[in-house]
């Protein structure tokens, strides 16, 4: 016979139960496509490990409940977008919030701190089990992402001023921009092959595409303003490059687990001072080269 709680722990402990639940299914979704029997095993040890305390949890409730299937959803499609690491990292993140409930509820129902400490305990040593390739390549892309931030940032800054035409400056950025790509991706290769990796063309692959995709992005604004809009497009742009440092940077301090808020910061003052500086020789280039574009 369970003991007597008051309405409100009850109502905590049903949320916990549904989560549990949902989550089980997640994991266990989530485990059909993920590469790897490794990878596959840890995620189904996790889906039993959440089932089983659906299962506790129903002892006070006495109520048998579903998954909630928008949610399984949401993560099964994050898991096939952006990796089933960061999905589930992602989704064991959003846990953190549940401390205040246990403590809640640990007066009335004292199960409730031990559960919590092993499923903690258990979670993060299972979820550091896990093995995706694409994490492996993360030094890569970050390495291709701020080097055509910085370099592309500050370029098409001083192209801005320099050449005040949207399309000149698109047409410089482009052809930069995709020179780059090559050399950078092909010195990655290079640097790979003298550590003796095997894994070098992938290596070069992640960086070349990482850097493409800013290329791609930055000098968007530029073909979608007119011509005579250049300083529109540069804003548009820094607007653009803030964004696509809060988006990666967001992703690595899931999936690794680091700090968002000094990466972010780092990454952003680095990429904007490098534009108006930029900016400013582009300006002083002008005046004293005396071209007129």
């Known amino acids: 016979m369970t003991p007597k709680i008051s309405d409100k722990a009850l109502s905590i402990i049903k ?30 040890r996790l889906s039993a490990e959440e089932h089983a305390h659906y299962e506790i949890w129903k002892k006070y409730t006495d109520t048998e409940m579903k998954p909630e299937r928008l949610k399984v959803f949401k993560y099964k499609l994050i898991a096939r977008i952006l990796g089933f690491t960061f999905a589930v990292k992602l989704m064991e ?20 701190i031990l559960i919590r400490e092993q499923e903690k305990e258990h979670e993060e040593a299972l979820l550091s089990m896990l093995d995706e390739e694409s994490l492996h390549y993360v030094g890569s892309m970050v390495l291709g992402m701020n080097d055509a931030l910085v370099e592309l940032t500050g370029s098409l800054a001083g192209f801005t001023f320099a ?27 290079l640097a790979a092959k003298s550590e003796g990796r095997s894994d070098a063309f992938k290596s070069c692959c992640y960086t070349g595409i990482a850097y493409l995709i800013t290329v791609a992005v930055l000098i968007t604004p530029y073909l979608l303003m007119d011509n005579s809009r250049y300083l529109t497009a540069l804003f548009m742009m820094i607007a653009a490059v803030i ?50 574009l």
């Open 15 to 44: 949320k916990m139960q549904q989560n549990e639940l949902t989550e089980s299914v997640i994991y266990k979704e989530i485990a059909r496509f993920a590469k790897g029997e490794e990878n596959k095993a840890t995620l189904l």
């Open 93 to 112: 993140n959003g846990e953190e919030a549940a401390q205040k409930e246990y403590d809640i509820i640990a007066g009335e129902i004292e199960e409730s």
């Open 163 to 189: 050449m005040q035409n949207t399309r000149l400056i698109a047409l410089s950025g482009l052809i930069m921009g995709i020179s780059a790509t090559f050399s950078m991706a092909s010195s990655e290769f």
């Open 243 to 292: 964004l696509i440092i809060a988006g990666f940077t967001y992703y690595i301090s899931v999936a690794q687990g680091e700090k968002f808020r000094p990466r972010f910061l780092e990454m952003s003052f680095i990429s904007i001072s490098v534009a108006v500086i930029s900016f400013v020789v582009g300006i002083l280039a002008k005046q004293f080269l005396g071209v007129d």
